[in-house]
């Protein structure tokens, strides 16, 4: 009687080792934290369980940021403008010293010529040369001013764009603030989650490890070309000697369903 339990046994402990359930969950679950400082002014409760849109579910009261951002763009405009502009000094600048130039070593050169009047040709040939120069470093000055109005303009959209939370595909699969709340830096906004793919989470035994990377999946009883995309080299705490193991596949018609997972042979 003994000899024919174990018999029985046999083929269950068998099955087994190379039969396993999971459950078809989404492929990433995102916490989405705030960026910025702000008011509250969309948080779109209908919008929870379904696939998201371009349109925003989330929206944080950004009025000032684009009133600040169109000062900086017409701040950045008139400046630009002011370097054309002192460009075109500059090449006249540059005229004028070239004849003051010719003018004054045809001074030095006339006996004739007091050295109070050449001095004078001098004076004034280097007075426009240091006007040229005073007119380049002003120049320099405003293109500095420009990359700072630049990166600034360059934060603004930033904030501005973290303002306004999209997630095209995904689903809305909580959101953690209400309209009228402050938000932070760090504030948890919301919780989205990647269907386009799902992930199945099994724990192989010991000996299933070593020949699953080699075996062909089957799901339901299906063939699949699946193959195991992490394998654990070291066994899960809570599941004693078992060893963590993923397989992605095609996103499902339903998610968080059980599917049972088989590895046979080729």
Known sequence: MKKFTLLLLLPFVSLGAKEYYAKAEP???????????????????????????????????DELDRVELDKTRS????????????????????RIIEKKARNYERVEALKMRSQVEKDRE????????????ALQKENENLKV????????????????????????GYVLYALMVKEEQVVNPGTPLAQVADVRRARLTLYLSGEDRERAAAQVIYLDGQKTAYR????????????????KAEIIIDAPEQFSRLVKVEFRDE
Not at 228 to 243: C, G, M, P, T, V
């Open 75 to 94: 701040k950045i405009a008139l400046l630009e403008n002011a370097v054309t502009l002192n460009r075109e000094m500059a090449v006249n600048y540059e």
């Open 145 to 168: 001013q420009i990359n700072d109005l630049q990166l600034r303009q360059r934060r603004l959209e930033r904030t501005i764009a973290d303002k306004s939370l999209e997630a095209p």
């Open 27 to 61: 492929y990433e679950i995102r916490t989405v934290a705030s960026n910025v400082s702000g008011l509250v002014l969309l948080a779109d409760e209908t919008r929870e369980g379904t696939r998201l849109s371009k349109a925003p579910y989330i929206r944080i009261d």
């Open 228 to 243: 195991i995309a992490r394998l654990w080299n070291i066994s899960d705490a809570e599941q004693l000697s078992n060893y």
């Open 122 to 133: 001098f004076y004034d040939y280097v007075a426009t040369q240091n006007q040229l120069l």
